[in-house]
């Protein structure tokens, strides 16, 4: 089935970095855009930023901007997040997200991966 | 940017209730942008509704959503104990790309 199964929990220290995995299977990964999006304890959710299908175009929130970085790797299907200079407002639960297209000018999230909390903290 | 915002916060209703959840946005938005994703405790949110009223792939026909312009309105016709939970509407944008309103929770 589609499914999109993310790397574990992390621990980190404040100015270090972390690589968050999201593994994708049951459908034409290189033909589909990947969306992360955050949540911290309690919250509601944020865009992080997003990966075109072909690797070719990204979009970062202003607030992480120089920060992130996302990439794709097709031939085994994962999609990477790396965010840099970790600080405490960074702990949060980060979601992987199948980036759908139905229709002129309408996409959703379809397939949502189970998360990875990242923890930052001295 | 354009900024999202529901209503109300909270919903405290009982099992077979009607639901009405609202989403204004700061500026109009087409309604083939909108869509809404339902969240439950520990779990991965889970997209509903796109373009504003399709629903997603195995979403069940008590829910329904509609609305144009800057007003939205997700309706969940009978609450099933399932139904609990929150909900978030999202519109699609060039910079950034989603943006969330801040949820409406479901509660008993």
């Known amino acids: 089935q589609v499914q999109l199964v993310q790397s574990g929990a992390e621990v980190k220290k404040p100015g270090a970095s972390v690589n968050i995995s999201c593994k994708a299977s049951?459908?034409?990964?290189?033909?589909?855009?990947i969306t992360w999006v955050r949540q911290a304890p309690g919250q509601g959710l944020e865009w992080v930023g997003w990966?075109?299908?072909?690797?070719?175009?990204?979009n970062y929130g202003k607030n992480l901007q120089g920060r992130v970085t996302m990439t794709k790797d097709t031939s085994t299907s994962t999609a990477y997040m790396e965010l840099t200079s970790l600080t405490s407002d960074d702990t949060a639960v980060y979601f992987c997200?199948?980036?759908?297209?139905?229709?002129?000018?309408?996409?959703?999230?379809?397939?949502w991966g189970q998360g990875t909390m990242v923890t930052v903290s001295s | 940017e354009i900024v999202l915002t529901q209503s109300p916060g909270t919903l405290s209703l009982s099992p077979g209730e009607r639901a009405t959840l609202s989403c204004r946005a700061s500026?109009?938005?087409?309604?083939?942008?909108l869509a809404w994703y339902q969240q439950k405790p520990g779990q991965s949110p889970r997209l509903l509704m796109y373009?504003?009223?399709s629903r997603a792939t195995g979403i069940p026909d008590r829910f329904s959503g509609s609305g144009s312009g800057t007003d939205f309105t997700l309706t969940i016709s009978r609450l099933e104990p399932e139904d609990f939970a929150v909900y978030y509407c999202?519109?699609?944008?060039?910079?950034?790309?989603?943006?969330f309103g801040p949820g409406t929770k479901v509660d008993i």
């Open positions: 997200a199948r980036d759908r297209y139905y229709g002129p000018g309408s996409y959703a999230l379809d397939v």
């Open positions: 049951g459908y034409p990964f290189s033909n589909y855009g």
């Open positions: 990966i075109s299908a072909d690797s070719v175009n990204r």
């Open positions: 500026q109009s938005v087409s309604s083939s942008y």
């Open positions: 373009g504003a009223s």
């Open positions: 999202q519109q699609f944008g060039n910079s950034p790309r989603f943006t």
